[in-house]
């Protein structure tokens, strides 16, 4: 039997008390879609609005409150300002939640009905008020698709021509053909989507010339490592007025064209079109930080600031487009269980002046951008440069359907952050990119984690110079480890599992798997003493690894890892060139008869060929042959926590 003496009781008694008194303290507030902002948002009497239940919330200074948002559809017409008025502690924390099983959808447009037009047969959907076009359409929940020439793929372009103040291309006899049907006014709002190398330009068409049958978008002039290749270069027009069935155009900024698809009728038939830019920004200042506030059980949808006239001009990784979740001189703020889906821009930007942010157990999906970028182009005074931000258990996928440039995860200029467990696939550019200096000069970025992450079905053939992990610059502290990476694929040239680029500099890769990947596992532009070491790099395309530019140090250690190949095209570019140091590294495809006098185990210390036997469990290889433990210095991996916990 537990005998307790009289301090225990004391103790006992006064761990009663706090937690009572705790949950005393502790507020509610009800959200309903049949509440009243009138009301006092009790569970009998609750507010309509989110952003009234949290002018609530700001007179219990001293509580912790809950501000529980009943099931149904809300529609912002404006967003959320958090500012630092709503600088809380852990003791007075806000937690705003939606029912886990039943989430409320908060959109950013109004339901919208549509009239026939009995000549056509289109349906007719009015925006008034509006000032911009619109990229994103759902009917009933479900996106539907801009119209485009092609309505599938791309053309090519055909004897560009490029100026400081537009673009042209010859158009197809075909695409020619259609254009010349088109009104001026159709015709003037009509933009073309360039994918170039790692990027791409939106731009509204100018100018054609129908005895050339030529194109033309002005804009500005952009770098130099941008090119447009005759008969390569691909391209699109979007919001043209040659519908498919299911597909829409902007006619002018307030009205949208839609083609009904077969057993649509229009009286049992909603629309929304995104109106809102944000949902929430969450936005102290540089002497008081905005903290303590969660963010839970929200399905968050049709949201995103639109493209204008002005287009979209080449930005890596589309880092110029806003988000519809904003936190900048913020900490401690937790965002779980979100649904983030059918955006115009990125879903999360974390700015500067950031720290002990969490985005965790999200589901992100139908993104015209990104899903996460953290920090500014500019990087910050280092003290004000966003720290221990956690990425984990996110499933983040169809991204860049807008900007195809997007990455899904971007660390532009940030330190400490730990990027964990998400299920990134379908983008058309890099999963995880990581930096933001290109070269040797002085980053912020660095102590960053890239690890256990499932990264797959990128590239898809549209844009180059890609990777599941992408880094830049000096990342001192930084590691990349029991990542896979899989199926990426290049236009012509850069699908790579991990890719190191411009200055990449004193990063660990170690145990992560990647294969299936267009060109290589690895690859290194260039850089100084990173570690690639015990990682397995199978059935890639060109080559098993690849490096680019040969400098006058040693450019990385490369250890203890597995090699497998269709051929024995092991190494590409200049790999036998590059100073490095390299030992242990087992190399198998079924040409290979012996390492003597290849370039590619040239300076590896105790090389073996050997046969893993590489088994495939789901998205995992792993050696069947036991003996490469003992044989060699490659240590098993244990990728059973690979992708998302749930």
């Known amino acids: 039997m537990l005998k307790f003496s009289p301090v225990h009781f004391r103790y006992i008694i006064l761990c009663v008390f706090f937690l009572s008194s705790n949950l005393l303290a502790q507020k509610k507030i009800f959200v309903s879609t049949d509440g009243d902002d009138a009301a006092p948002g009790t569970s009998q009497k609750p507010v309509k609005s989110l952003q009234k239940a949290l002018d609530l919330a700001k007179s219990y200074s001293q509580d912790s409150v809950r501000i529980i948002v009943g099931s149904g559809d809300y529609y912002l017409s404006q967003p959320i300002l958090l500012d630092k008025s709503f600088a809380r502690t852990e003791k007075n924390r806000i937690v705003i939640m939606g029912n886990e099983s039943n989430p409320p959808t908060f959109y950013g447009g109004q339901k919208l009905k549509a009239r026939l037009d009995k000549k056509s047969g289109y349906w007719i959907i009015s925006r008034t008020g509006s000032k911009s076009f619109t990229q994103m359409l759902s009917r009933n929940g479900k996106q539907k698709l801009i119209s485009s020439l092609p309505s599938q793929g791309y053309f090519k372009i055909i004897n560009p021509e490029r100026t400081e103040t537009f673009i042209s291309t010859k158009a197809e006899k075909e695409l020619a053909k259609k254009i010349e049907s088109f009104s001026p006014a159709e015709m003037a709002n009509i933009y073309g989507v360039f994918n170039i190398q790692w990027s791409n330009i939106i731009r509204l068409l100018s100018h054609y010339d129908a005895k050339n049958r030529r194109l033309q978008f002005n804009g500005p002039n952009f770098g130099p490592w941008y090119s447009l290749k005759d008969k390569q270069t691909e391209y699109r027009l979007i919001n043209v007025p040659v519908l498919d069935e299911g597909r829409w155009y902007n006619a002018d900024h307030q009205t949208v064209i839609y083609r009904p698809e077969k057993g649509e009728t229009i009286e049992n038939s909603t629309f929304i079109v995104p109106e809102v830019d944000k949902l929430i920004e969450f936005t102290g200042d540089t002497s008081t930080k905005i903290t303590n506030i969660t963010l839970s059980n929200i399905c968050i949808e049709q949201f995103g600031k639109a493209l204008g006239r002005q287009g979209f001009e080449p930005s890596q990784s589309a880092v110029s487009v806003d988000a519809v979740l904003t936190l900048e001189n913020a900490s401690k703020i937790s965002l779980k269980n979100l649904v983030v889906q059918n955006i115009q821009t990125h879903a999360v930007w974390i700015k500067d002046n950031c720290d002990y942010i969490s985005i965790s157990n999200n589901n992100f999906n139908s993104l015209a951008a990104g899903a996460i970028k953290v920090g500014n182009e500019q990087a910050p005074p280092k003290n004000m440069a966003s720290s221990n931000i956690l990425i984990t258990d996110n499933v983040i996928k169809n991204g860049g359907l807008f900007y195809t440039c997007a990455a899904a995860v971007n660390l532009l200029n940030a330190r400490d952050c730990r990027v964990l467990h998400n299920d990134i696939s379908d ?23 890239i ?16 990777a599941g992990v992408y880094t830049l610059g000096i990342s001192d502290g930084t590691v990349i480890h029991h990542n896979i990476v899989h199926d990426i694929n290049s236009k012509e040239y850069g699908g790579w599992g991990f890719y190191t680029d411009e200055g990449s500099s004193n990063i660990r890769i170690i145990n992560n798997l990647a294969y299936n990947c267009s060109d290589a596992g690895f690859h290194q532009h260039y850089g100084r003493n990173n570690l690639i070491e015990n990682n397995i790099f199978a059935w890639n395309g060109k080559a098993a690894v690849e490096a680019s530019r040969v400098e006058d140090h040693n450019s990385f250690n490369f250890n203890n890892n597995i090699l497998v190949m269709r051929n024995n095209d092991f190494t590409g570019r200049n790999w036998q060139h590059i100073k490095k140091k390299m030992k242990g590294n087992v190399y198998f495809s079924s040409q290979i008869k012996s390492l003597e006098g290849s370039r590619f185990s040239s300076g590896d210390a105790n090389s073996v060929i050997m046969d893993p036997k590489l088994r495939a469990d789901g998205f995992v290889l792993q050696p069947a042959n036991t003996e490469i433990f003992s044989a060699t210095d490659f240590k098993p991996i244990d990728f059973r926590n690979v992708g998302t916990r749930k």
């Open 451 to 466: 690890a256990y992450n499932h990264i797959y079905h990128l590239g898809k053939g549209v844009l180059d110079d890609l």
């Open 427 to 449: 983008f058309f550019y890099t999963g995880i990119s990581v930096g933001w200096v290109w070269g040797y000069g002085e980053s912020v970025t660095k102590n960053n984690e």
